[in-house]
């Protein structure tokens, strides 16, 4: 589309062209990413064709936009969705969603509309450009250089330069809150930008690189955020966090929860050209929402063997649905946080089969059965923080001592100290990370809370605390267990772990063959394969280790004592006969299994995991049937 060039205010002119885009033919043009707004609300352009002009109506908000994009005496050519593709024709919408992939990586620049210029947002642009001019960002690890010359810890401890300024917060917040960021079909349409991009908002302009290191500046600097500011920064974060590396659809889908489109199958079909899997899904808008979401976990499970995606359901109470209960209603945003950095089925295979149409048959141990449950409550500020904190821990201790030794090992006041936060310490990165609490200072912490002591609150874990637990509950299982679970979770309740699905689950039996699921939980001893390999030895440790070759982080395992880093588990002993670890270009990050004789090659699921080898090693897997 060229627009042409017109005076501010003016009717505005188009003309439309056929071109070929193809590796070898590149024309050259701008890509606009923007909310469409209301289509009640509509205005008009002006197509300029050979018999003369023809009206098209746009809604209002693009309509401002091309006023602004506008030069007064020069045409721009744009690629512009509501214009450049038909959209009430299903199959060319459909057919256009996957060209997204082509179209926006090789615009010269895509420019991101966010509306006129109001509420200060002059103000927030001016201050987030000169924030963002600060620091260069490594997202991949994510790295912070200072460009003032100052280590990161130096800088992270400085204040913002606007810290006090309620008005640059006020115009900050504003413009974070606009429907640009709250729309799904731009993560696409950003992420794919290649050759730059521009946000735009009136007559000023940030670089997205600009912007992007502002928003990382803003997270790790400033704590002290209004809720609406603390949405809104939590909001573009997710969307700015992203390096070269694609990602899996779970992952995507996961972040994705609540930004908003129009049509339930744009949940997946939105965000299909950024995933790295191999699950051959095309757009099909002649299928239900509820049958696309069906079909993402029916081809995970049987096209990838895996289940990630059983993690995502979490069981809304009072909320009558037909849709199975093992299929995530990705429509809905979701209660709390995602569990990060489950490991509770290491490397097994899902075993999963339908049946009966909307019966999942998969294959797991159940571990515990829920007794104590009770809503985590939100955590105030300090020095209220306190009776709360102690009341949740005097909860989960049920009148044990923080010494007394427990069920997986340890003592309880370390289980509970992971409970809480799910685990989620600095030292379990590599490189540690400093953003996130340490484990022995939260756990001093935990004993000084217990005993009474002059406090000094410790934030950091206060916070994490307070990210992991909301809209959780907390419980202990008849068998001493004690983890977080969905909201929804009730006594009687089962923990389960499944083969392929990272995270444990909590199930809820509807009779004596089927299950409901409930939702994802943290079960603390049976987060990392302890279900289906027993403990892990007391000197050895997994963490989340970066490599920076790769833009990506794997699994380790550290030996507390020497310090060694490894891949393999200590646990799984040698190899069955046949097969080997095979050479490949990550072989440093992570192992792949070959066996010639099977004719399998280059599998990331370990043999020595199979159900035949589980069962060997008495693990009691059963078939458990999801409903």
């Not at 509509?42 to 693009?62: F, H, K, M, P």
């Not at 030069?71 to 721009?76: I, P």
Request: aromatic share 10%.
């Amino acid at each position: 589309m060229t627009l042409l060039p017109g005076a501010f205010g003016t009717k505005v002119r188009v003309s439309l062209r056929k071109a070929v885009l193809s590796k070898s033919v590149v024309p050259e043009y701008e890509a606009l990413s923007y909310t469409w707004g209301s289509a009640a609300d509509l205005d008009y352009i002006y197509i300029q064709e050979a018999e003369g002009e023809s009206v098209l109506a746009i809604t209002q908000n693009l309509a401002e936009a091309l006023q602004y994009l506008r030069y007064e005496d020069t045409s721009r050519v744009l690629w512009i969705d509501a214009i450049c593709v038909d959209q009430s024709n299903i199959s060319e919408r459909g057919h256009q969603v996957v060209r997204m992939a082509e179209i926006y990586p090789r615009a010269r620049r895509v420019l991101v509309w966010l509306g006129a210029e109001c509420d200060d947002s002059a103000l927030a642009i001016r201050e987030l450009n000169a924030l963002g001019s600060t620091i260069e960002v490594d997202w991949g690890v994510p790295q912070i250089k200072p460009l003032s010359g100052e280590n990161y810890e130096q800088w992270s401890k400085g204040p913002l330069p606007f810290i006090e300024d309620q008005r640059i917060l006020a115009s900050i917040e504003y413009l974070l809150d606009r429907s640009w960021f709250k729309r799904l079909w731009i993560w696409q349409e950003i992420r794919l930008a290649k050759f730059g991009a521009e946000i735009i908002c009136g007559r000023r302009q940030i670089s997205w690189d600009k912007f992007r290191n502002a928003v990382m500046c803003l997270d790790r600097k400033y704590k002290r955020l209004s809720f609406n500011l603390f949405n809104g920064l939590v909001r573009a974060f997710n969307i700015c966090d992203y390096d070269q590396a694609l990602m899996s659809l779970w992952e995507l889908l996961d972040l994705t929860r609540d930004a908003q489109c129009s049509d339930g199958r744009d949940k997946v079909y939105a965000v299909l050209n950024l995933i790295d899997g191999f699950l051959e899904l095309e757009p099909d808008y002649s299928k239900t929402t509820e049958d696309v979401f069906k079909s993402v976990v029916l081809r995970y499970a049987s096209m990838l063997e895996d289940l990630t995606t059983l993690s995502h359901c979490e069981m809304r109470e009072n909320k009558e649905t037909r849709v199975p209960s093992w299929v995530p209603d990705w429509t809905t945003p979701r209660e709390c946080v995602r569990i990060y950095g489950s490991r509770a089925c290491l490397e097994a295979k899902a075993q999963a089969r339908c049946e009966r149409e909307n019966d999942l048959v998969v294959s797991g141990c159940l571990v515990a059965t829920l007794d104590f449950v009770e809503q985590f409550p939100p955590i105030t500020s300090f020095p209220s923080s306190t009776a709360q904190m102690c009341k949740i821990v005097g909860n989960l201790m049920r009148g044990k001592k923080e010494n007394d030794f427990y069920v997986a090992s340890g003592s309880m006041i370390d289980a509970v100290c992971r409970t809480l936060c799910c685990n989620h310490f600095a030292e379990r990165y590599l490189p540690l990370q400093p953003d996130f609490p340490l484990f022995h200072e939260s756990n001093e912490y935990m004993r000084n809370l217990i005993e009474h002591r002059d406090l000094i609150e410790y934030r950091s874990y206060v916070d994490e605390v307070n990210r992991n637990a909301r809209g959780r509950a907390y419980f202990m299982a008849r068998n001493g267990y004690i983890g977080l679970g969905p909201s929804s979770i009730k006594p009687g309740d089962q923990a389960c772990v499944i083969l392929g699905c990272p995270s444990p689950l909590i199930l809820r039996p509807t009779d004596t063959t089927s299950y409901n699921v409930v939702g994802e939980c943290y079960i603390d001893g049976f987060m990392e394969g302890e279900a289906l390999l027993g403990a892990l030895p007391s000197n050895v440790r997994y963490a989340y280790r970066y490599f920076p070759d790769l833009c990506r982080r794997y699994d380790a395992l550290i030996n507390i004592q020497t310090g060694d880093i490894q891949i393999e588990d200590p646990r799984l002993g040698p190899l069955p006969t046949g097969w080997r670890i095979a050479d490949h270009r990550k072989r440093h990050a992570y192992n792949i299994f070959s066996n010639e004789g099977l004719g399998v090659h280059n599998t990331e699921f370990d043999p020595r995991l199979s159900p035949e080898a589980l069962k060997a090693r008495g693990v009691k897997l059963q078939d458990i049937r999801l409903v």
